[in-house]
């Protein structure tokens, strides 16, 4: 399980052409990795969904110039997240989007990203 030490919006990007946010994720466990996560408005007022998972490797000394076109930032939407005897899969991505959104004032900043 991921547990979750801090999440700030780092811009509003576009993922398959829908608008979304992209949120830098800091772990509780340093032998975690930082994950980008991709959130998009659901259908359901306020929600959020989230349709990307980004693992990130880059380093502030190294990638200076945030160039995710190497191998610093590897797709983790599928790998992610996984089942257990405690919880399936889709269960513990719920988990993490939830945390997520409980961190600080993200949902409100979200929100008036989405619908200011």
Not at 60 to 73: C, K, R, V, Y
Not at 80 to 93: G, I, M, P, V
Request: proline residues 3%; charged residues 25%; negative net charge.
């Amino acid at each position: 399980m991921y547990s979750i030490k801090d999440a700030k919006i780092r811009r509003m990007t576009n993922v398959n052409g829908t608008p979304c946010a992209e949120v830098e994720v800091y772990p509780a466990s340093e032998t975690d990795k930082v994950v980008l996560a991709y959130l998009v408005p659901s259908a359901r007022l306020g929600g959020y969904d989230l349709v990307k998972l980004v693992r990130s490797d880059a380093s502030l000394e190294h990638d200076w110039f945030d160039n995710s076109m190497h191998d610093a930032f590897e797709n983790a939407t599928d790998i992610a997240f996984e089942s257990s005897a405690l919880a399936t899969a889709e269960e513990e991505r719920e988990h993490f989007k939830q945390q997520l959104l409980s961190m600080g004032t993200l949902s409100q900043q979200l929100n008036g990203r989405f619908y200011c």
